[in-house]
Protein backbone atom coordinates (compact mmCIF):
# COMPACT_ATOMS: atom_id res chain seq x y z
CA UNK A 1 0.00 0.00 0.00
CA UNK A 2 0.73 3.49 -0.38
CA UNK A 3 -0.30 7.23 0.25
CA UNK A 4 -1.94 7.96 -3.35
CA UNK A 5 -3.35 11.89 -2.97
CA UNK A 6 -3.64 13.72 -0.23
CA UNK A 7 -6.34 16.74 0.02
CA UNK A 8 -7.22 19.90 1.88
CA UNK A 9 -9.49 22.05 1.50
CA UNK A 10 -10.94 25.84 2.03
CA UNK A 11 -14.15 27.29 3.22
CA UNK A 12 -16.53 27.63 0.42
CA UNK A 13 -20.03 27.61 0.21
CA UNK A 14 -22.65 25.24 -1.59
CA UNK A 15 -24.91 26.57 -4.28
CA UNK A 16 -28.09 27.84 -3.02
CA UNK A 17 -26.53 27.48 0.75
CA UNK A 18 -25.43 30.12 3.16
CA UNK A 19 -23.44 28.33 5.33
CA UNK A 20 -19.73 27.43 4.54
CA UNK A 21 -17.95 23.79 4.33
CA UNK A 22 -14.54 22.62 3.62
CA UNK A 23 -15.98 19.83 1.73
CA UNK A 24 -14.36 20.39 -0.90
CA UNK A 25 -11.09 18.77 -1.04
CA UNK A 26 -8.16 19.25 -3.87
CA UNK A 27 -5.34 17.08 -3.70
CA UNK A 28 -1.77 18.61 -3.29
CA UNK A 29 1.64 18.57 -4.32
CA UNK A 30 4.63 17.74 -1.66
CA UNK A 31 4.43 17.06 1.68
CA UNK A 32 2.10 17.75 4.44
CA UNK A 33 2.40 17.92 8.12
CA UNK A 34 -0.14 15.87 9.64
CA UNK A 35 -0.97 16.89 13.77
CA UNK A 36 -3.72 15.86 16.27
CA UNK A 37 -6.26 18.28 14.39
CA UNK A 38 -5.30 16.24 11.27
CA UNK A 39 -4.24 17.90 7.89
CA UNK A 40 -2.38 21.00 8.59
CA UNK A 41 -3.81 23.78 6.60
CA UNK A 42 -7.54 21.98 5.92
CA UNK A 43 -10.62 24.25 6.41
CA UNK A 44 -13.15 22.20 9.28
CA UNK A 45 -16.12 24.48 9.76
CA UNK A 46 -18.50 22.71 11.56
CA UNK A 47 -16.61 21.31 14.47
CA UNK A 48 -19.64 19.97 16.08
CA UNK A 49 -20.25 17.33 13.31
CA UNK A 50 -16.75 17.23 11.98
CA UNK A 51 -12.91 16.78 13.00
CA UNK A 52 -11.68 16.92 16.31
CA UNK A 53 -9.01 14.76 17.62
CA UNK A 54 -10.98 10.83 17.16
CA UNK A 55 -12.18 12.00 13.45
CA UNK A 56 -8.86 13.81 12.29
CA UNK A 57 -8.13 12.52 9.16
CA UNK A 58 -10.35 11.02 7.05
CA UNK A 59 -9.32 8.25 4.47
CA UNK A 60 -11.17 6.68 1.44
CA UNK A 61 -9.41 3.02 0.05
CA UNK A 62 -8.55 3.49 -3.59
CA UNK A 63 -10.52 -0.12 -4.37
CA UNK A 64 -13.43 1.39 -3.12
CA UNK A 65 -13.22 4.53 -4.90
CA UNK A 66 -12.60 2.83 -8.30
CA UNK A 67 -15.96 1.19 -7.68
CA UNK A 68 -17.81 4.26 -7.30
CA UNK A 69 -16.36 5.73 -10.19
CA UNK A 70 -17.94 2.67 -12.07
CA UNK A 71 -20.74 3.29 -10.16
CA UNK A 72 -21.39 6.78 -10.67
CA UNK A 73 -19.97 6.22 -14.87
CA UNK A 74 -17.07 9.11 -14.10
CA UNK A 75 -13.60 9.04 -13.72
CA UNK A 76 -13.30 10.03 -9.82
CA UNK A 77 -11.21 13.08 -8.71
CA UNK A 78 -9.30 13.02 -5.32
CA UNK A 79 -11.32 14.68 -2.61
CA UNK A 80 -14.56 14.57 -4.27
CA UNK A 81 -15.66 12.53 -1.21
CA UNK A 82 -14.00 15.40 1.03
CA UNK A 83 -11.29 12.99 1.67
CA UNK A 84 -7.96 13.73 3.09
CA UNK A 85 -6.00 10.93 1.91
CA UNK A 86 -6.81 8.05 -0.82
CA UNK A 87 -4.72 4.49 0.39
CA UNK A 88 -3.46 2.73 -2.60
CA UNK A 89 -4.81 -0.89 -2.55
CA UNK A 90 -7.79 -0.62 0.05
CA UNK A 91 -11.60 -2.03 0.09
CA UNK A 92 -13.04 -0.02 2.99
CA UNK A 93 -15.50 -2.89 3.43
CA UNK A 94 -12.45 -4.91 5.45
CA UNK A 95 -11.39 -1.85 7.34
CA UNK A 96 -11.98 -2.34 11.07
CA UNK A 97 -12.20 -0.58 14.28
CA UNK A 98 -8.55 -0.22 15.50
CA UNK A 99 -6.67 -0.95 12.44
CA UNK A 100 -3.48 1.04 12.05
CA UNK A 101 -2.18 2.91 8.83
CA UNK A 102 1.83 4.02 9.50
CA UNK A 103 3.51 6.20 7.09
CA UNK A 104 7.35 7.57 8.16
CA UNK A 105 6.54 9.14 11.77
CA UNK A 106 2.93 9.30 11.05
CA UNK A 107 0.76 6.69 13.14
CA UNK A 108 -3.03 6.53 12.20
CA UNK A 109 -5.56 4.58 14.14
CA UNK A 110 -9.41 4.12 12.59
CA UNK A 111 -12.16 4.98 15.22
CA UNK A 112 -15.25 5.00 13.25
CA UNK A 113 -16.66 5.47 9.87
CA UNK A 114 -18.55 8.36 7.84
CA UNK A 115 -22.08 8.85 8.30
CA UNK A 116 -23.65 10.81 4.98
CA UNK A 117 -24.92 13.85 5.10
CA UNK A 118 -27.19 16.81 3.49
CA UNK A 119 -23.63 18.87 2.92
CA UNK A 120 -22.36 15.43 1.37
CA UNK A 121 -25.58 14.76 -0.84
CA UNK A 122 -24.89 18.92 -1.75
CA UNK A 123 -21.69 18.52 -2.30
CA UNK A 124 -22.34 15.72 -5.03
CA UNK A 125 -25.10 17.47 -6.32
CA UNK A 126 -27.63 14.61 -5.62
CA UNK A 127 -30.28 14.77 -2.94
CA UNK A 128 -30.49 11.31 -2.96
CA UNK A 129 -27.04 10.27 -2.76
CA UNK A 130 -27.16 10.06 1.41
CA UNK A 131 -29.07 7.07 0.56
CA UNK A 132 -27.55 5.82 -2.25
CA UNK A 133 -24.02 6.06 -0.20
CA UNK A 134 -25.85 3.98 2.75
CA UNK A 135 -27.07 1.38 0.33
CA UNK A 136 -23.60 0.97 -0.92
CA UNK A 137 -22.16 -0.46 2.35
CA UNK A 138 -18.44 1.22 1.73
CA UNK A 139 -18.46 4.20 4.16
CA UNK A 140 -15.44 6.06 4.51
CA UNK A 141 -12.48 5.90 7.10
CA UNK A 142 -12.17 8.22 10.19
CA UNK A 143 -9.03 7.93 12.06
CA UNK A 144 -7.17 9.46 15.35
CA UNK A 145 -3.79 10.39 15.10
CA UNK A 146 -1.68 8.03 17.34
CA UNK A 147 1.86 9.95 16.19
CA UNK A 148 1.97 13.38 13.67
CA UNK A 149 4.11 13.50 10.96
CA UNK A 150 5.17 14.95 7.84
CA UNK A 151 4.08 13.02 4.68
CA UNK A 152 3.52 12.85 0.88
CA UNK A 153 2.25 11.17 -1.89
CA UNK A 154 4.09 8.19 -3.14
CA UNK A 155 5.12 7.14 0.89
CA UNK A 156 4.28 3.50 1.59
CA UNK A 157 1.71 2.98 3.94
CA UNK A 158 2.25 -0.15 6.48
CA UNK A 159 -1.16 -1.52 7.43
CA UNK A 160 -2.00 -3.22 10.80
CA UNK A 161 -5.11 -5.21 11.74
CA UNK A 162 -6.66 -4.79 15.26
CA UNK A 163 -5.74 -7.48 17.05
CA UNK A 164 -9.05 -7.73 19.00
CA UNK A 165 -12.56 -8.43 17.28
CA UNK A 166 -13.12 -6.97 14.73
CA UNK A 167 -16.24 -4.05 14.23
CA UNK A 168 -15.92 -3.17 10.65
CA UNK A 169 -16.98 -0.11 8.83
CA UNK A 170 -20.25 -1.42 7.56
CA UNK A 171 -20.91 -3.16 10.82
CA UNK A 172 -20.84 0.44 11.99
CA UNK A 173 -22.76 1.89 9.35
CA UNK A 174 -25.45 -0.58 10.17
CA UNK A 175 -25.39 -0.10 13.74
CA UNK A 176 -25.73 3.68 13.87
CA UNK A 177 -27.98 5.14 16.91
CA UNK A 178 -28.59 1.93 17.50
CA UNK A 179 -28.86 0.57 21.05
CA UNK A 180 -26.67 -2.33 21.59
CA UNK A 181 -27.19 -5.08 24.18
CA UNK A 182 -24.87 -6.97 26.10
CA UNK A 183 -22.23 -8.56 24.50
CA UNK A 184 -22.39 -6.58 21.68
CA UNK A 185 -21.90 -3.63 23.44
CA UNK A 186 -19.23 -5.10 25.75
CA UNK A 187 -17.56 -5.75 21.87
CA UNK A 188 -17.34 -2.09 20.52
CA UNK A 189 -16.40 -0.95 23.90
CA UNK A 190 -13.52 -2.87 24.03
CA UNK A 191 -12.50 -1.53 21.20
CA UNK A 192 -10.81 2.04 20.11
CA UNK A 193 -13.89 3.65 19.17
CA UNK A 194 -14.59 7.31 18.32
CA UNK A 195 -15.33 9.16 22.20
CA UNK A 196 -19.04 10.25 21.39
CA UNK A 197 -20.00 6.98 20.35
CA UNK A 198 -17.98 4.85 23.21
CA UNK A 199 -20.13 8.29 25.80
CA UNK A 200 -23.44 6.90 24.22
CA UNK A 201 -22.76 3.42 25.06
CA UNK A 202 -21.73 3.67 28.19
CA UNK A 203 -24.78 5.91 28.81
CA UNK A 204 -27.27 2.39 27.80
CA UNK A 205 -27.96 -0.30 30.38
CA UNK A 206 -29.64 -3.45 29.10
CA UNK A 207 -33.35 -3.53 28.00
CA UNK A 208 -35.09 -5.99 30.63
CA UNK A 209 -36.78 -9.13 28.40
Known sequence: MKILALCTGNP????????????????????????????????????KHHGGVDQAVYVEGSLTLDWWAQELGQPYEAGTFGENMVISDL??????????????DLVLEVTACRMPCATFAARMADPKFVKRYTAAARPGIYCRVIRGGVVEPGMPMEYTSFSGDKITMPELMETFG???????????????????LRAMLESQTDEAH
Not at 20 to 32: C, D, L, S, W
Request: proline share 3%; net charge positive.
Open 12 to 47: ERLPGKSYKTGIFKHAVNGAVMIDAEGLVGDAICNR
Open 91 to 104: DNRDVAVGDRFAAG
Open 178 to 196: RRLQGADRARYLAAPIHYK
